[in-house]
Nanobody, 120 residues
Framework: QVQLVESGGGSVQAGGSLRLSCAAS????????MGWYRQAPGKRRELVAA???????NYADLVKGRFTISRDDDKNTVYLQMNSLKPEDKAAYYC??????????????WGQGTQITVSS
């Protein structure tokens, strides 16, 4: 079965940087769009950044210019480089991938989530 495993979360002071990684594994035929979402307590889950199979990116206005999403298809991995972090960036971050496994239709898969804390 397909699995997404995240790493790189933790705590950082305002203005600092973190780099999140999400590696897909399993019986994968292809990976299409991938993205990062976040959810703070009491708020809805929101899209942070997305990247297509062709490398086209899309960012939420609140992170544009500070965050960068990238992918390494040889490693089946998507990254989120987060710079100039602000306290309002504190949330649980979730990796998402539109993935086609062998022998079954494509669907979205989610990572387990990783907590990002930003202190002022």
């Amino acid at each position: 079965q397909v699995q997404l495993v995240e790493s790189g979360g933790g705590s950082v002071q305002a203005g600092g940087s973190l780099r999140l990684s999400c590696a897909a594994s399993g019986s994968i035929f292809s990976i299409n769009d991938m993205g990062w979402y976040r959810q703070a307590p009491g708020k809805r889950r929101e899209l942070v950044a997305a990247i297509s199979r062709d490398g086209i990116t899309n960012y939420a206005d609140l992170v544009k210019g500070r965050f960068t999403i990238s992918r390494d298809d040889d490693k089946n991995t998507v990254y989120l480089q987060m710079n100039s972090l602000k306290p309002e960036d504190k949330a649980a971050y979730y990796c998402n991938g539109d993935i086609k496994p062998w022998s079954v239709p494509s669907m979205n898969y989610w990572g387990q989530g990783t907590q990002i804390t930003v202190s002022s």
